[in-house]
């Protein structure tokens, strides 16, 4: 029997989901991303050197497993080469790349129309990433985005020149810099031949490889709250990091996928902007920064850090259908001695245990109801669950009776191998 295992981020992002799917790779033939862009980003330790991703997934590192960019991710080409060269040169075997024909490619006036879009909406901009993802999918959605196959039509470069001269007039009409049309032609022309061998009708690949009993391995990328339809809409991600973006991004039916793993921290972080209900804006979230090294791996920016909320987090796991969970930095609360668990909110006097739509647009209105616990201990590198001391494990179970789901992974330690599987 074939196995197909989801990492899904149960939060704003940043969960440390490479180091669970890097783990789940090691027993997979193939690792899978299906949504985003190179606005995800995880650093994998690889023969004593640090690779970061953002496209590939990571789990073309090991030897047997290919890897796969399917329909629903948008390409830039320059990050895809980018990173193939540093594969190259640690010598991993670039035949193993798959990448669909239909995923959408992401060009440089999508880059400029991110920062345009985001200046545009003043104090109410997204903090997005500025790497061209919305406008990438918003030409997807308008239906004059091109498809990695549309790139080897004969109709490619005609239409390509005249999205650059509408997009221009666009940029003109804001006193943005105009991009020059022939330059961009012959960039993506040159991308087009070099991506050549790499490029395959990936449902196909996929169904034969699950009649063949194969394992695939599906690295989610961003997060539930992230979602552009079930997350904290407009602070958003223009994708859908959820487990039905798997499927639309992939072609594996919703029958396929046999676990889901549930990826979140011992505490939260957010980067960019929109509502974080257990956000501490004080020297507790600048602590946790500290102690976690919460900076972003894409962009850099320090993330806003909190405590754990198991309200939002049951949500996610109910729309995920969570399996297991993976929590991660269980040795940096430990460095904390206190902290608290998010386990109600409390809104014009009602008290909720659920993440519903009464809270959602009100979120900086809420309370929150914690649930305090003793995290003074010492946990790093530890690998099995026996060994980690009373309170630590208190946090634990904690989490898992109120999610009512077991706990799969926990991480240690900064390290990929910091951490117990149960
Ligand atoms: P975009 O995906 O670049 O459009 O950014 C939209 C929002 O999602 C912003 O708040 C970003 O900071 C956030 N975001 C996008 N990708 C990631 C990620 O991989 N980790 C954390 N936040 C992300």
Redesign the pocket.
Known sequence: MSKVAVVLGLN???EGKGKVSTFLAGNSDIALRCT?GN???HTVEFNGEKIVFHLIPSGILNKNTDAVIGNGVVIDPKVLFEELEVLDKHGVDLSKLHISTRAHVIFPYHIEEDKLQELLKGDDK??????G??PCYMDKANRIGFRVIDMYNEDFERKLRRNITNKNKLFDLYGFPLLDENKIVDEYLEYRDKMKPYVMDTVSFLHKALDNNKNIICEG???TM?DMDLGDYP????SNPTIGGIQTGSGLSANDITDVYGVCKAYASR????PFITEQNNEIGDTIRELGHEYGA?TKRPRRCGWIDLVALKYAVRINGVTGLAINHLDTIGKLGKAKLCVGYKLNNVIYDEYSDDIIGHENEVETIYVDLNTEFEIAGLKDYESLPIDAKKYIEVIENHLCVPVKFIGTGPDNDDMIIR
């Open positions: 704003y992002g940043d985003g606005n995800a980003g997204v903090g997005t990433t500025a790497r993802i919305g990328a961003q997060a992230l602070m958003v991600t223009s980067v960019g902007e929109g894409t």
